[in-house]
Structure formats: C-alpha cells, structure tokens
C-alpha cells in the first residue's frame, strides 16, 4: 500500500479511525512509560522483593525461642536432648550466669534452663527462668517443655516420648508475606500510578491533545488500564516465580495456582485503579498525590494482614481491618496459594472485593476530570 | 488566492463563561489553501475561538462549519481532517519522539511511517530523544509534525513562535510556508505582528470577543496609510532583526 516517498504528499493513505487500534496504540505507549518510570518499578517490584528477601531469609520456621543452658547444667540428660530437637528452640550455651541474666533482661533471649540430676533418684530437676521482656515466647516455651515433662517427669528415663503429629504442609513465613507484599503491589500500582498519570496527563493537557483526535473517552482509560493490568500482572508473576524458585513458596497446583492467582491480581488491580482515579480528580497538583494516595495505601498496608495476620489485631481493630479490599484481596491469595482452592472457593471474598470495586467507581465517575 | 472557497465557515459565534463574554458574535471565513491569522491581545478570544473550531470546546451559540461539516453534529469527522497544535501542551512522558508519532498514528488510525514525518519537520537526528529534551524550536516542529499524521485539511497552531529565537522563528515560517503550499490550509495565532505580515494571506484582529478588522495584511497596511498615519521615526530599510539575522547567520541552532 504504502510507498517509500519521503513526501506523503499525494499518498493515497487512507485513514481509518478504528476504536481498538487506537486504544492499542494508548495501551502500548503507556506501558512503554510505565516500564521506564522508576517509581512505577521501585513501587511494584522492588519494594515487595526487599520484603520478601528480608522475610526470605529470616528463615523457615518463623518464630524462634532462644534458649540459654545455665552453666553447670546437665548436659546429658532426655529433656535437654528433645528441646535440642525441637526446630522452634535454640539453645545457647556456654555463657557465664551474669552475661545469661543481662540477656535476660533484654529479652535477647526469651528464658534461661538449668537441669540438673537429684540425687539418689533417677529423676531430674528441671529450673527455668522466663523473662517479662519476652512472656509470649516464654508461654510457648512453657507448652513444650509442658509436653516434654508430661510423658517425661513419670517416666525419666525414657527418652522416648509419644507424640503423634499429622504430616501437613509446613507453613512457611514465605507463603504468608508473599501473597501479603503481592497484594500490597497491586495496590500502590493501582493507586499511585493511576494517580499520577491521569493528573499529569490532564495537567500537561496531553489529555487535551488526544480530545483533538478521534479517539474516545473510554479508549484513553482502557488503553491506560490495559497497559497497568499488563504491567501489575508481569510484575506479580515475577514475585511469584522468584519467591517460588529462591524462597519455597507453596504453590499448591503448580501453574494452575499461579493463573488463579493472576486472576485475582487483576481484579485487584481494576478495584485499586479506581481509587487512582479518584486521586487524580481530587489532586490539586502533583504533589498532592502522595499524601492522599497513603491515606488510602498505608491504612491497607498496615491491617490488611500484609505482615501480620489480622488474628492478631486488637479486637476493636479487626473490624476496620475486615473493612479493607486489601484484607480481602489478601485472604483469597493465600487460600488459592497455600492451601490450593479454587476461585469458587474464594467467592465471598471476591464478592467483596467487586463490591468495593462498585462503590469505589461510582465515586470516581463523579470526581474524575478530563480537563 | 483565485479559488476563494471557504473551508471553515464562523457565523455569529458567542462563547460566554459565566459572566465573562469571551466571544460576542464572531463571524468569518477561512479560505482553502491560505495562512489566515487570528490576531490579538491576550484575553481577546483568540484561543477560544479556536479550540471551538477544533472541537474541543463548547460554545454558547452560533454556527461553524468546517469543510462543509457541523460543527454539532459531526465532530468526530471533524477531528479526522484537522490537526491541531495546542499552546504550551505536552506529550506522553516517557516517550521518545518516533514512540509519540506511533502513538498519535494509532490515535487518528494513520498509516504513516514515522521516520517520514520526523524528517518532514527536520527531526529525524532527534528520532531517540524524549520530547522534554528538545529545543524551544525543535518543540514546536515536532508538535507541528504531529499536527500532520493524519494528513489533515486544516492545521491550527495557537502561538508557535512565542519564546522562539528569531532564526529559530524564521525556521518555522518556511516550514508552515512549505505545509500550506503542499496544499493545507493553515490557522494560525501569534502577537507578533511581523510575523502575521510575512506568514499570513489574511489575518483578523479580534478585540475583546469581536474582530475589528480582516483583510490582507497589505490592504490592512495600505488603507492606515492612505488615512494618512506617518510612523512618528522614518522607516529604514533594515530593522534591528535583519542586523541580528545578518550578524548571527540564517543558520538555524539547536
């Protein structure tokens, strides 16, 4: 059709306005800038990772009860030999009594034992020192050595304790920060990035510009939104693939896992848009976007169980926090992923999440400017 | 000038925000194939007047018709023929100049390769380079090139040369001289008044929402003088912008 004249004066070029080629033409150069914003990447990709590897690292079991053995203590001795099975417990030896009790203090370690054999009995005597720096710790220490003596203290001198564990997925501090930081990457996508663009698009009237072409309204928001799906997607998909492969995360079902979990992710990211939206249209100036956009991002970093399972909020507090798309967002992740359902599975909490979605649209189609 | 056809068509346009009359009863043609230019102070209805030519804005009464279409009716047509340089706009960010031109290809659905347009406003070294690094001057060509993609009947340019050093100025006279001889009609505005005599075929000044005055800048100059206006200083062959010109060469810089 086209010839290679460097005048297209005379060219017999058509022009064909098509709907789909021009919101393909917006999506692709979106998603062109989005992959050279620094904020967009340092927000979607590299602050989860930083989570991730910190928690990565810390190691599998999660919680860790640091044990220091009193010098002089029985060494030998079954209960001393089980605590040193016990993967939760660490010991620590070899530490004078004074350096013990100043770490006690501290609550550098949670407790302090001394066995030592009584005399003339086979028995043991079993001292331990907790510390108020460290009482929660102290109580599950309190449990295990609970269920060593139980068998133990009738019987000393067998080691051999009956104890029956069902074989379970170990549940890893992976599988709960992943989905966690995730969701929390879908959300500063959706909120911040949407923000941003669209007062900057409206404000450097590259808005304006696109009005005096053929292109519609709705083109300009789907073509931005294709490019951020497609950006949050490629950006979840490497959290997962890389927590997967470096870190252990459990993906129940292998891919199918991952595809649910893709799913999820984009609804979460058009709900998430929609506060973007909102943003761009209150926003007076640029500079007005990051506070407004951490009044809604922080409050969902904070108590939507990105970090810390919402279980362990006050109880006055876990209402506000089952209020949140984000808790919601959160949950469905981690059930599809740790403990393999299905999205039908998770339907009431999708159900909530398109709700929010409802709500948070009619809002923003009232406040978003063009111009 | 033979083939006085109108291609756009203002009867009696009136744009009101709120209290303020922006345009009271604007009426006047464009020719087809002409440089015609909007002059005036700011705040005169210049920039309104266009973007409701360019569909991008309301207004209050009248009628437009441009290439013999409504302005109410078939906008979205409109849009397909014309090109328009908006002042002060931007650009997507991000983007380097052949990535706008394909966005804005998709935008209108041209077919255009974008090498071809860069090279038409003489942009082609700056192909790789984002929008915000360029030149006063390169800024303008490039908006000028995207007013082109999707060969348009009629371009607008709402004050191309303002901050524009004055080769950078004459560069862009040639290049809109050269668009409107490949046989576009071309709208322009600008305060300066040099300017719209070596550019413009005609030119209306509009004064607080209503033209005053529209003809050929030469007849325009010709009927001051027969009223017998004398300049106060003769008039000399030169003006300090040729001494400028002369001293600093034709040549065009980045």
């Known amino acids: 059709m086209q010839n290679d004249t460097k005048s297209a004066k005379g060219n017999p070029e058509t022009v064909n306005f098509s709907n789909t080629k021009a919101t393909l033409a917006l999506a692709k150069a979106s998603f062109r800038s989005i992959m050279r914003s620094p904020s967009a990447v340092i927000f979607t990709l590299a602050f989860p990772l930083i989570f991730i590897l910190v928690f990565g690292f810390l190691g599998g079991g999660g919680t860790h009860i640091d044990v220091g053995i009193a010098p002089g203590s029985d060494m030998s001795n079954p209960v001393i030999g089980m605590l040193e099975q016990t993967r939760m417990i660490r010991l620590k030896k070899e530490k004078s009594k004074v350096e013990f009790d100043k770490l006690l203090e501290k609550g550098n370690i949670d407790a302090m034992i001394d066995v030592q054999r009584k005399v003339n009995s086979q028995a043991y005597s079993v001292k331990v020192v907790y510390t108020s720096a460290s009482m929660d710790k102290g109580n599950i220490l309190r449990s295990v050595l609970n269920n060593l003596f139980y068998d133990k203290s009738l019987k000393p001198t067998v080691a051999e304790i009956k104890e029956s564990t069902v074989e379970g997925r170990e549940y890893k501090t992976i599988d709960f920060i992943l989905p966690g930081q995730l969701g929390f990457s879908l959300l500063s996508t959706g909120v911040f990035g949407t923000a941003f663009v669209f007062l900057s698009l409206r404000q450097t009237l590259v808005i304006k510009r696109f009005f005096a072409t053929p292109v519609k309204r709705s083109s300009i928001v789907i073509g931005e939104a294709i490019a951020r799906i497609g950006f949050a997607l490629i950006g979840a998909l490497f959290i997962i693939v890389l927590g997967h492969f470096f870190f252990g995360f459990t993906l129940v079902h292998g891919v199918l896992t991952v595809v649910n979990m893709l799913i999820l992710a984009t609804l979460g990211v058009i709900v998430f848009m929609g506060f973007g939206f909102i943003i761009s249209g209150i926003a007076k100036s640029e500079s007005m976007v990051p506070p407004i956009s951490n009044i809604v991002t922080l409050p969902q970093f904070l108590l939507s169980g990105t970090f810390f399972s919402i279980e362990a909020f006050p109880n006055w507090l876990q209402p506000i926090s089952r209020a949140l798309p984000l808790t919601y967002l959160n949950d469905a992740m981690r059930k599809v992923a740790f403990e393999g359902l299905g999205l039908w599975d998770v339907k009431q909490q999708i159900l909530i999440l398109i709700l929010w979605g409802i709500g948070i649209y009619a809002v923003a189609v009232k406040v978003f400017k063009w111009e | ?254």
């Open chain 2, 1 to 254: 000038m033979e083939t006085r056809k109108a291609i756009i068509s203002v009867n009696n346009l009136v744009k009101n925000y709120d209290d303020f009359k922006a345009v009271q009863g604007l009426t006047f043609d464009v020719y087809e194939h002409e440089i015609f230019g909007l002059l005036g102070p700011n705040g005169a209805g210049k920039t309104t007047t266009l973007e409701i030519i360019e569909t991008l804005r309301e207004k209050t009464s009248g009628e437009i018709t441009v290439d013999g279409l409504s302005i109410d009716k078939q906008a979205q047509e409109i849009k397909q023929i014309i090109g328009v340089q908006l002042q002060a706009a931007g650009y997507y960010p991000n983007l380097n100049l052949i990535e706008l031109i394909e966005l804005f290809a998709g935008l209108y659905g041209a077919d255009i390769k974008p090498m071809a347009m860069l090279e038409k406003v003489n942009l082609q070294d700056k192909a790789k380079a984002k929008y915000k690094a360029l030149s006063g001057g390169q800024k303008q060509r490039f908006s000028i090139a995207t007013t082109l993609i999707n060969q348009p009947k009629i371009i607008f340019l709402d004050e191309p040369t303002t901050g524009l050093d004055p080769q950078a100025r004459r560069n862009l006279w040639d290049l809109i001289k050269e668009i409107r001889n490949n046989g576009t009609t071309v709208v322009i505005t600008t305060h300066y008044m040099d300017e719209a005599e070596q550019l413009c075929d005609r030119v209306a000044f509009v004064e607080r929402g209503r033209i005053i005055a529209l003809d050929t800048p030469d007849n325009l100059i010709d009927n001051l003088v027969n009223s017998g206006f004398e300049r106060k200083k003769e008039v000399k062959k030169a003006n300090l912008e040729d001494v400028f010109i002369n001293l600093t060469g034709q040549e065009w810089r980045e």
